[in-house]
Structure formats: C-alpha cells, structure tokens
C-alpha cells in the first residue's frame, strides 16, 4: 500500500542534542512538507521541499534543518538551538504543480525533551 | 498572505444532532480550501476539499461544505452526529497559482459527541 510513514513514533531527547525524525513516502509524490502540532495552535509549517536537492523555510525554521538526497525521503533534524521543541511532528507529501492535489499526512513523532 | 478562522476551538453535539463547524478565510484571490480530520495521535486525513466548480462539496464520512465567497466562509456540516465523529477538525486554505502549494492551517476545532 502507497503511504506515508514517520519514525520513531515516539522519541525523548536530553536537553542539548540532536535528533532525527524520519519521513518516507512511495506515493511518488514531488514535494513534501514538515509541520510542528502545538496544543491550540494548530499545524504551522517548518520546512517544506518541492524537487529533491531542493528546500524552503517554513515559518518556524529556526532550530530545524532538513535534507532531499532522495525522492522518498525527507528527513527532519531538531537542533540544541531549537529551544522548546516539545511538540508532535507530522510529515506530508503531495503531488507539485497539480493544480488539484492535497497534501497526505504521515502518523506523526511525538518528540518530548527530557 | 492568507489565513484561517475556525470560530470554536471546541464544539459539543449531541449523538444524532447536526454538526457545525465554521471555518472564516482571508485571501487576495479565490483560494482552495481543504477539511481534514485528526483522531487521537493520530497524522490527518482529508474531509473534503473545494478547488473550483459546484460550491457544495461532499466528502467522506457522510460530512459536506459550502463555499461562500461572499461571505469568505467554508462552514462543515454533517446532518446527523455519530460518536465516531470526535475527533479534531482542521480548515486549511492554499492560494490557487500553481507554484505556490503551501497549507495555512486554522487552529481547529474540537469535536466531542454527547451519547
């Protein structure tokens, strides 16, 4: 079955590291998205990416850095300079430059710093 | 720059009452607009979605929506509450021109339904 998955589904970091959230997807979509989930506050986006090699900014970037070696792959590195990054996290994908296409959410991370 | 207003950060209903959720936007242009539901730690799932053409927009789960220009909404509604249907709901708007597909997300609204 074509989808989207996130892993870990879980994840605890001590103040001061790094982690990485992975992001797969073979829906053979071109582009892919991270957002941030806060209680209240809704979806805001991190990062998003439309060809491989290739990335934007979201509005809440800072702290964040991703990569686009791969098609399939969009993974998600929370930083020590993120300061409060608590959060759910959820990847997506989408056709780029259909003019009708929807964005396909993966099952999320839920990150907690210890 | 556009933006979404769900009116009701939490709505209750009874089981078998209709269900009412408002979503507001604000874009320079004509946008496409987007319902999606989230259950429990759960990632989101497409309600329904308006791009162009007929302005009643039927989804999945019996939900439908209403595009109104004139009155920038995108109200979703459900004629009859199942228990099924708790779950957060999130009204998302993205600009038409092709090229520019990012989602401006509302803050959603939650949806609990009373036995």
């Known amino acids: 079955d074509g989808g989207i998955t996130q892993s870990p589904k879980y994840l605890f970091r001590k103040e001061g590291q790094n982690v990485t959230l992975s992001c797969e997807q073979n829906l053979n979509h071109d582009a892919m998205y991270w957002y941030r989930q806060d209680p209240g506050q809704g979806l805001r986006l991190i990062y998003y990416s439309q060809i491989v090699n290739d990335f934007q900014k979201g509005d809440i970037a800072e702290g964040y850095s991703v990569s686009r070696e791969k098609k399939e792959s969009f993974p998600l590195t929370v930083t020590s300079a993120q300061k409060n990054p608590t959060a759910f996290y959820l990847c997506?994908?989408?056709?780029?430059?259909?003019?009708?296409?929807?964005?396909?959410f993966g099952p999320g991370t839920r990150l907690t710093v210890l | 720059a556009q933006s979404v207003t769900q009116l009701g950060s939490h709505v209750s209903v009874s089981e078998g009452a209709l269900v009412l959720l408002r979503c507001n936007y604000s874009?320079?242009?004509?946008?496409?607009l987007f319902w999606y539901v989230q259950y429990p730690n759960q990632g989101l799932q497409l309600l329904l979605k308006?791009?162009?053409?007929?302005?009643l927009v039927k989804g999945i789960n019996g939900f439908e929506a209403e595009f109104k220009k004139s009155e920038t909404s995108f109200h979703l509604t459900k004629p009859s509450a199942h228990m099924s249907d708790a779950a957060e709901y999130f009204c998302a708007v993205r600009s038409p021109n092709f090229g520019n597909e990012k989602l401006t997300f509302g803050t959603g609204t939650r949806l609990t339904i009373i036995p």
């Open positions: 997506a994908s989408s056709m780029y430059g259909s003019s009708y296409n929807e964005q396909f």
């Open positions: 308006y791009t162009t053409g007929a302005t």
């Open positions: 874009s320079s242009v004509p946008p496409y």
